[in-house]
C-alpha cells in the first residue's frame, strides 16, 4: 500500500460497516412503521414499502454519478463525510416522522446521501496500488456485508422497543462514523489529480458515455449489470419463497439471509485478497463468476433446506468476482475520474435494484399460483440466462485484454 494507506482503508471500512449498519437496521421495522403512519393494513404497507424501496434505488440511480463527481472535484474526505453526517439528521427526521409524506421525503433523501458509496471506494483507488486493490475493494465489501448482516438483528431486536428506536439508533452510528472520519481520515485525493465538476459528465447517461470511451470498462460494467440483476432474485422473492416452497418462519428467512451475507463477506474480505495474489485478478474475476451458476441451479430446484444451504455454500465464491472486476477497472481509467468510475458502477447497481424486484416478483407471482405451471424457483431459472450472458462478456472481454496484452509484449 501507498505511504499510510492502511489507517485509511481501515477507516473506510469503518464508516461502510457503519453505513450499511444503519441501513440494515431499518429494514425489519420500516413495515410496521409505514402501517402505523399511513394506518393501514400490512398488504397496503407492502405497497408503499415497494414505491419507498423503488424512490431509494431510483435516488441512488441518478445521483451516484453526482456524488463520484463531486469526490473528484473536492475530495473524497469532504464528499464522505458530508453525506453521512446529512444520513444522520435523515434518520433523525424519520425517527419524528408525522405523516407518510415525511417518510418518503426521508427515504428519497437516504437514497442521494447512500451514493455515497461511490466516494469511499475511490479512496481505494487513489491509495492503494492497482495489484492491491481487488484485496482493499474486497474488504471494503466485507465491511458493508457485515455491517447489513448485523442490522437487521440489532433493529428487529430494537423495534421491539418501540418502532422508531431502530431510526435513532441510525441516525447515531451515522453521526459516530461522521465523527470518527473527522478525527481519522485523512483526503486521498491530491490537488493535482483534482477535475472540474460538469453536469454534463456528472449524471447516469454522462458517466456512461465517460466510461463507453474506455471499452474495457464499458463491458464490465454490462457484465455488472447482468450479474446484479441475476442476484436481484435472492434479493426479492427469498423470503416469500422460503416460506412457499419449505414452510419458512421469518426467523428460518433471517438466519438464512445472514448466513448468506456472512459467506458473501467472507469471500469478499478475505478470499479475494488471497486469490488475486496467487492467480491474479483476471483468473479471479473468470472463475469465481462459474459458481454461480450451479448455486442458481440448486436453488431453482432445491426441495430443501439443506439444499439452499448448499447453495449459499457454493455461491459465496461468487463474492470474489465484484471486487476483482473494480481493481481491473480502476487500472484502465485515469486518476482524475475514479470517483466518476465508481459513480458509474454504483449507477448500474441501482439500475438493478429498479427493475429487478418487479421482474423477479412478477415471475414468482406467476409460477407460485395454482393456475398453470407451478414452479415458484421459476426466477432462480431467469437469473441462470442473465448471469450465463454475465459470463460470456467477462470471459470474452478478459480473453481479448489478454490477447493484446500478449500481442503489446511480442
Same mark, same amino acid.
Given at each position: 500500500?501507498?505511504?499510510?494507506?492502511?489507517?485509511?482503508?481501515?477507516?473506510? #471500512?469503518?464508516?461502510? $460497516?457503519?453505513?450499511?449498519?444503519?441501513?440494515?437496521?431499518?429494514?425489519?421495522?420500516?413495515?410496521?412503521?409505514?402501517?402505523?403512519?399511513? %394506518?393501514?393494513?400490512? %398488504?397496503?404497507? &407492502?405497497?408503499? =414499502?415497494?414505491?419507498?424501496?423503488?424512490?431509494? !434505488?431510483?435516488?441512488?440511480?441518478?445521483?451516484?454519478?453526482?456524488?463520484?463527481?463531486?469526490?473528484?472535484?473536492?475530495?473524497?474526505?469532504?464528499?464522505?463525510? +458530508?453525506?453521512?453526517?446529512?444520513?444522520?439528521? %435523515?434518520?433523525?427526521?424519520?425517527?419524528?416522522?408525522?405523516?407518510?409524506?415525511?417518510? *418518503?421525503?426521508?427515504?428519497?433523501?437516504?437514497?442521494?446521501? =447512500? #451514493?455515497?458509496?461511490?466516494?469511499?471506494?475511490?479512496?481505494?483507488?487513489?491509495?492503494?496500488?492497482?495489484?492491491?486493490?481487488?484485496?482493499?475493494?474486497?474488504?471494503?465489501?466485507?465491511?458493508?456485508?457485515? =455491517?447489513?448482516?448485523?442490522?437487521? &438483528?440489532?433493529?428487529?431486536?430494537?423495534?421491539?422497543?418501540?418502532?422508531?428506536?431502530?431510526?435513532?439508533?441510525?441516525?447515531?452510528?451515522?453521526?459516530? =462514523? +461522521?465523527? #470518527?472520519?473527522?478525527?481519522?481520515?485523512?483526503?486521498?485525493?491530491?490537488?493535482?489529480?483534482?477535475? &472540474?465538476?460538469?453536469?454534463?459528465? !456528472?449524471?447516469?447517461?454522462?458517466?456512461?458515455?465517460?466510461?463507453?470511451?474506455?471499452?474495457?470498462?464499458? @463491458?464490465?460494467?454490462?457484465?455488472?449489470?447482468?450479474?446484479?440483476?441475476? !442476484?436481484?432474485? @435472492?434479493?426479492?422473492?427469498?423470503?416469500?419463497?422460503?416460506?412457499?416452497?419449505?414452510?419458512?418462519?421469518?426467523?428460518?428467512?433471517?438466519?438464512?439471509?445472514?448466513?448468506?451475507? *456472512?459467506?458473501?463477506?467472507?469471500?469478499?474480505?478475505?478470499?479475494?485478497?488471497?486469490?488475486?495474489?496467487? $492467480?491474479?485478478?483476471? !483468473?479471479?474475476?473468470?472463475?469465481?463468476?462459474?459458481?454461480?451458476?450451479?448455486?442458481?441451479?440448486?436453488?431453482?430446484?432445491?426441495?430443501?433446506?439443506?439444499? *439452499?444451504?448448499?447453495?449459499?455454500?457454493?455461491?459465496?465464491?461468487?463474492?470474489?468476482?465484484?471486487?476483482?472486476?473494480?481493481?481491473?477497472?480502476?487500472?484502465?481509467?485515469?486518476? %482524475?475520474?475514479?470517483?466518476?468510475? /465508481?459513480?458509474?458502477?454504483?449507477?448500474?447497481?441501482?439500475?438493478?435494484?429498479?427493475?429487478?424486484?418487479?421482474?423477479?416478483?412478477?415471475?414468482?407471482?406467476?409460477?407460485?399460483? /395454482?393456475?398453470?405451471?407451478?414452479?415458484?424457483?421459476?426466477?432462480?431459472?431467469?437469473?441462470?440466462?442473465?448471469?450465463?450472458? &454475465?459470463?460470456?462478456?467477462?470471459?470474452?472481454?478478459?480473453?481479448?485484454?489478454?490477447? #493484446?496484452?500478449?500481442?503489446?509484449?511480442?
Amino acid at each position: 500500500m501507498r505511504g499510510n494507506s492502511a489507517p485509511i482503508l481501515a477507516t473506510v #471500512a469503518f464508516i461502510v $460497516f457503519v453505513d450499511m449498519l444503519g441501513i440494515g437496521l431499518i429494514l425489519p421495522v420500516m413495515p410496521r412503521l409505514i402501517g402505523e403512519i399511513a %394506518d393501514t393494513g400490512l %398488504d397496503h404497507a &407492502a405497497e408503499i =414499502g415497494g414505491l419507498l424501496t423503488f424512490a431509494y !434505488a431510483g435516488m441512488q440511480f441518478l445521483f451516484a454519478p453526482i456524488i463520484g463527481g463531486l469526490s473528484d472535484r473536492f475530495g473524497r474526505r469532504p464528499v464522505l463525510l +458530508t453525506t453521512l453526517f446529512l444520513l444522520a439528521i %435523515d434518520y433523525a427526521i424519520m425517527a419524528l416522522a408525522p405523516t407518510l409524506i415525511w417518510l *418518503v421525503m426521508g427515504r428519497i433523501v437516504s437514497g442521494i446521501m =447512500g #451514493a455515497s458509496w461511490a466516494a469511499a471506494n475511490s479512496c481505494v483507488a487513489d491509495c492503494v496500488p492497482a495489484e492491491r486493490r481487488g484485496a482493499a475493494f474486497g474488504l471494503l465489501g466485507g465491511a458493508g456485508a457485515a =455491517g447489513f448482516v448485523l442490522g437487521p &438483528a440489532i433493529g428487529g431486536m430494537a423495534g421491539e422497543w418501540g418502532t422508531r428506536i431502530p431510526f435513532v439508533i441510525a441516525a447515531c452510528l451515522a453521526l459516530a =462514523g +461522521t465523527l #470518527a472520519g473527522l478525527a481519522l481520515l485523512k483526503e486521498t485525493l491530491p490537488l493535482n489529480r483534482r477535475r &472540474a465538476f460538469t453536469i454534463a459528465r !456528472a449524471n447516469p447517461l454522462g458517466s456512461m458515455v465517460q466510461m463507453a470511451k474506455t471499452p474495457f470498462v464499458a @463491458q464490465c460494467l454490462i457484465v455488472a449489470f447482468f450479474m446484479q440483476l441475476a !442476484a436481484q432474485a @435472492q434479493m426479492s422473492i427469498w423470503a416469500f419463497w422460503g416460506e412457499l416452497q419449505f414452510g419458512w418462519t421469518p426467523t428460518i428467512s433471517g438466519l438464512t439471509v445472514s448466513l448468506y451475507g *456472512v459467506m458473501i463477506g467472507i469471500a469478499q474480505a478475505v478470499l479475494t485478497g488471497k486469490s488475486i495474489a496467487r $492467480f491474479g485478478a483476471s !483468473a479471479t474475476a473468470r472463475y469465481s463468476l462459474l459458481f454461480g451458476v450451479p448455486s442458481y441451479i440448486l436453488l431453482a430446484l432445491a426441495t430443501s433446506t439443506p439444499i *439452499v444451504l448448499a447453495a449459499i455454500l457454493v455461491g459465496m465464491l461468487t463474492g470474489m468476482t465484484f471486487p476483482a472486476m473494480q481493481s481491473l477497472m480502476t487500472s484502465r481509467v485515469s486518476e %482524475d475520474a475514479q470517483g466518476e468510475l /465508481q459513480g458509474a458502477i454504483a449507477s448500474v447497481v441501482s439500475l438493478t435494484s429498479i427493475i429487478g424486484p418487479v421482474l423477479m416478483t412478477q415471475i414468482f407471482g406467476h409460477f407460485a399460483d /395454482q393456475q398453470g405451471l407451478y414452479f415458484p424457483g421459476a426466477p432462480y431459472l431467469l437469473s441462470i440466462i442473465l448471469l450465463t450472458i &454475465a459470463i460470456v462478456v467477462l470471459w470474452r472481454t478478459l480473453g481479448r485484454d489478454q490477447s #493484446a496484452a500478449l500481442a503489446a509484449i511480442e
